[in-house]
């Protein structure tokens, strides 16, 4: 097992070939920017390809999330990969259809239940491909917070099953900011 250092570098060469591939080549698929050996180094930390592409694409697009929230979020699915054994697959992704509709609130919080059902998914690697953790919808949303993807994360992890701690972290964020 490579070093925390070690992975963390790999993981920056393989978004940056991820990037150029994107931006220099027109790739548009997983497969298009990741090679058999990117593919095979993602899975040996338990990063699905789509969830690395699915930040290529969106640095791509819009500049965000920076690298450092990328490495936070795959940081902490490897710690949860290497917690279930790391040498089972990733669990079978749950049907988008399953996930809360942006529309859906919790305690008064719009996107929350979407969003934890994400983070959620995506700990235990089950989000489906056609969703991210982290897209377009969950920067804003957390920003307004002053709430960052990997700590967001982190909140939904230590809080397990216990949406009203992540909505009481939120509120008391927002007061905060107040």
């Known amino acids: 097992?490579?070093?925390n250092g070690e992975w963390k570098a790999q993981l920056q060469a393989v978004f940056e070939r991820g990037v150029k591939a994107y931006d220099e080549m027109g790739a548009r698929l997983p497969?298009?920017?990741?090679?058999?050996?990117?593919?095979?180094f993602l899975?040996?930390?338990?990063?699905?390809?789509?969830?690395?592409y699915d930040f290529v694409e969106d640095w791509c697009w819009a500049k965000e999330p920076a690298?450092?929230?990328?490495?936070?979020?795959?940081s902490l699915r490897r710690e949860a990969y290497l917690a279930a054994g790391g040498?089972?697959?990733a669990g079978v992704p749950v049907p988008a259809s399953q996930f809360p509709p942006g529309t859906a609130s919790l305690e008064g919080i719009s996107w929350l239940p979407r969003i934890l059902a994400k983070a959620r998914a995506?700990?235990?690697g089950e989000l489906p491909p056609q969703l991210m953790y982290g897209c377009g919808g969950d920067?804003?949303?957390?920003?307004?917070?002053?709430?960052?993807l990997a700590e967001f994360l982190e909140v939904v992890k230590r809080a397990g099953g216990n949406d009203s701690a992540v909505a009481a972290f939120l509120?008391?964020?927002?007061q905060g900011r107040g």
């Open 139 to 148: 920067r804003p949303f957390l920003s307004t917070y002053g709430v960052g």
């Open 171 to 174: 509120k008391a964020r927002a």
């Open 87 to 89: 040498d089972r697959a």
């Open 43 to 52: 899975a040996s930390i338990g990063c699905p390809t789509q969830v690395l």
């Open 1 to 3: 097992m490579s070093t």
């Open 122 to 124: 995506i700990l235990r």
């Open 31 to 40: 497969s298009e920017c990741f090679g058999e050996e990117d593919s095979a």
């Open 67 to 74: 690298f450092e929230e990328v490495v936070g979020v795959v």
